[in-house]
């Protein structure tokens, strides 16, 4: 169930609290986000709509610890990362969030196997262990047959399930998508999206997601639109 | 894949770019290479200059001879336990080109007096046997080829005629800085076959007991030549080694300068180049913050780039250095001691570390304190 009247929940995995973000450029201020208050349970998948410039990306940034709020609280499965210092808000983003970003953003000249072991560097696991955990995330997204091509030898759909397996590979609490099948046609976002859902049902993934794409938050179980810095939740008759 | 596998793919990026990088600290390792050699070269004898050796010559020029009589006064100087000599020969082998220096030397004495040469005592005996044997240094026999029995002429430029020799040893040096490109034959050979020599000998070489007496005695031996037709001055063989280097002009300066200008050059190349190949990666770099890389280990793997990249290319230099040394001395003899030392290389290596550093210091800072946000920004 997910929440934006900011009542206390104190069981939600994730609970955002009178969250503010100003940006500051020269003398001029720009607030992105209003008092903002979110609480979201495991296993969901919500999406973030909203207008560009709305601070849908934002959102996501500060739930990942990649930026800091100017005021307001973030807990994630009890942990207060807007409190936490940088050096463990690294340590933390690697052991609970699983990123994928509209443009894939994987190492060019890595291959699919070693794009998706690169988060695994930072972990204590053998090289034999790696690789078993490579290997059935890259099953998972249906790319064991592709795992030695390099990203420049993969379709765009392909791009993005290595992507998403380089997400997953680590099990984080969390996985955030920023516009994940932006830069994709129809049937290969289709087959994302489906992905995404399969995440969430089989492997009970919670799922944060920003998009433009009404389709795409149909697959959510909650939309959430966001509006010159303030969150409303949607009716989920608008899919039908 | 791990943390040098990671290193060694990014090594792999632009290869055009860092190929012609690598190259251009080749080339810069490889002079410096050069330029450590043309130091030594120069300035190695002075360090290597026996502190207890004096050279007692003519006070008005290196080229105006002593008296042979000079000798036995020497030897009653209180300190002095040890007296030689020596002439300039100046002689011509085949061609003009073919430069290496020859001293007529004491028998009895010059082995004594410089022990760093080793001279098997079956070859210095053969030599001391025969009027016309000479005794030359590896390097100068490798150079022509020269074997024992074999004979030598020489043409005389100062003491006219062609004079014949028979090489009856070969010298080695302790260390590799020694010159053994010398040729040495007998004064009495010389004094016999010219009237030029007619008892005099070019310079004195004595060896005084104490080294830290060197000034005391330097100065009684040229008081007691003082007021005579052939004063002396007298100083030790380092001062006169360097006083004679001194004649070339700074070169120290010279080199200095040229290896200044070139590395200073270096790290603005490499330094751009790392800048541009970061500013390059400011994405990835922030996509692999985002997966948890610190920001620490951002700046060891920047900095670890540049460093191999460096070593790469000094390696190479450094490599070349040493095969061009192997050649032999390019200059036909004005630079026996042509060698790259050890100390060298270990400086040069030094040198290739710190540019390397230098030059990834300031991208691997920027690309530590990137903000991912920023960085995904660029995408």
């Known amino acids: 169930m997910v929440q934006v009247n900011g009542e206390a929940k104190t069981d939600a995995l994730i609970q955002v609290r009178n969250l503010h973000k100003t940006y500051f450029r020269g003398n001029e201020s720009i607030e992105v986000l209003k008092d903002l208050n979110l609480d979201i ?37 009890n942990d207060e990362i807007t409190k936490i210092s940088a050096k463990r808000l690294t340590d933390w983003r690697a052991r609970h969030v699983g990123f994928i970003f509209q443009l894939y953003n994987l190492i060019p000249v890595l291959t699919a196997f070693q794009n998706v072991e690169l988060p695994l560097l930072l972990t204590r696991l053998s090289r034999s262990q790696r690789r078993e955990h490579v290997e059935a995330a890259l099953y998972i997204v249906g790319l064991e047959d592709r795992m030695h091509h390099f990203p420049r030898q993969l379709s765009g759909g392909q791009e993005q399930r290595t992507a998403i397996a380089r997400a997953i590979v680590s099990d984080p609490t969390f996985l955030l ?44 179980h909650t939309t959430l639109h966001l509006e010159k810095g303030i969150l409303m939740e949607s009716s989920k008759t608008e899919c039908k | 894949m791990n943390s040098i596998s990671l290193l060694l793919v990014n090594f ?60 036995e006064k020497l030897k009653q100087v209180d300190g002095i336990d040890l007296v030689s000599f020596g002439s300039w020969f100046g002689g011509v082998y085949q061609d003009e080109r073919n430069f290496f220096v020859q001293f ?76 053994t490109s010398q040729f040495w034959f007998q004064y009495k050979y010389l004094d016999e076959q010219s009237d030029l020599m007619n008892g005099y000998v070019g310079w004195y070489y004595v060896h005084v007991d104490d080294p830290d007496r060197a000034e ?81 280990r951002i700046l060891f793997m920047v900095l670890a780039e540049s460093l191999v990249i460096a070593m790469t290319g000094g390696g190479i230099g450094l490599i070349m250095a040493r095969l061009f040394v192997m050649r032999g001395d390019p200059t036909g003899g004005f630079l026996p001691a042509f060698y790259l030392s050890s100390r060298n290389i270990m400086l040069g290596l030094a ?7 230098a030059a990834g210091i300031i991208p691997a800072i920027q690309s530590m304190r990137l903000k991912i946000v920023e960085a995904l920004r660029r995408v």
Request: charge should be negative.
């Open chain 1, 41 to 77: 349970n495991r296993g969901e998948f919500v999406a973030f709509m909203g207008p560009s410039g709305s601070g849908k990306t934002t959102l996501l940034n500060l739930l990942g610890g990649l930026d800091l709020p100017t005021s307001g609280s973030i807990i994630v499965d």
């Open chain 1, 177 to 220: 998508c920023d516009e994940p099948t932006g830069d994709l046609d129809r049937t290969n976002a289709n087959e994302i999206l489906d992905l995404l859902n399969r995440l969430s049902e089989e492997f009970d993934k919670t799922i944060l997601m920003v998009t433009h794409d009404p389709v795409a938050a149909c697959n959510a």
């Open chain 2, 12 to 71: 792999r990026r632009k290869r055009v770019r860092k190929i012609l990088t690598i190259c251009s600290f080749a080339m810069a390792l490889f002079l410096f290479g050069l330029l450590a050699i043309i130091y030594d070269a120069f300035y190695l004898p002075i360090e290597i200059a026996g502190a207890d050796r004096l050279v007692v010559q003519n006070k008005i020029s290196l080229i105006m001879p002593l008296p042979y009589s000079y000798r």
């Open chain 2, 104 to 179: 007529a030397v004491d028998t009895e004495t010059w082995n004594l007096m410089f022990p760093e040469f080793i001279v098997p005592p079956e070859q210095w005996k053969a030599f001391v046997e025969d009027r016309q044997g000479c005794i030359v240094g590896q390097k100068l026999a490798d150079r022509y080829g020269w074997k024992i029995g074999d004979r030598i002429p020489l043409k005389g430029t100062i003491f006219q005629g062609v004079w014949e020799f028979n090489l009856t040893g070969i010298f080695q040096a302790k260390r590799p800085s020694d010159d």
């Open chain 2, 216 to 296: 005391e005695i330097s100065k009684r031996i040229d008081e007691m030549f003082a007021n005579s037709p052939f004063e002396t001055v007298t100083e030790t063989e380092k001062a006169w080694t360097a006083a004679f280097i001194k004649q070339f002009g700074n070169i120290k300066v010279l080199l200095l300068a040229v290896g200044g200008v070139v590395f200073f050059t270096l790290i603005l190349i490499t330094g751009s180049n790392m800048a541009m190949s970061i500013r390059e990666r400011t994405p990835e770099i922030g996509i692999m913050k985002t997966l948890g890389f610190s920001g620490t």
């Open chain 2, 351 to 357: 040198i290739t570390v710190l540019i390397g550093l």
